[in-house]
Nanobody, 112 residues
């Protein structure tokens, strides 16, 4: 089982990033997927959830209207499109698969 995130980096406030999480080793299309984030000195926070077929999504209030979670079951990949980024979005972003599977994380830094 492997989850590999990519797409993090440094972006200015108001900018956009798209995170990807490539999954392997399990039946990806059967499970819900999530993105979490953890800022320095803070607890890990649930950002967004997408259910197995991709037809149902949920978001933390802090990102609603700015972030979009999506998935491509043919590519075993889940995405997080992040728009209108704010400095408080700075964190390590983790991909999570139902059943307790975690990626290694990707750093997102929002700063001018």
């Amino acid at each position: 089982v492997q989850l590999v995130e990519s797409g993090g980096g440094l972006v200015q406030p108001g900018g956009s990033l798209r995170l990807s999480c490539a999954a392997s080793g399990f039946a990806f299309s059967r499970y819900y997927m999530r993105w979490y984030r953890q800022a320095p000195g803070k607890e890990r926070e649930l950002v967004a959830t997408i259910h197995s077929a991709g037809t149902s999504t949920n978001y933390a209030d802090s990102v609603k209207g700015r972030f979009t979670i999506s998935r491509d079951n043919a590519k075993n990949t889940v995405y997080l499109q992040m728009n209108s980024l704010k400095p408080e979005d700075t964190a390590v972003y983790y991909c999570y698969a139902q059943g307790g599977r975690w990626g290694q994380g990707t750093q997102v830094t929002v700063s001018s």
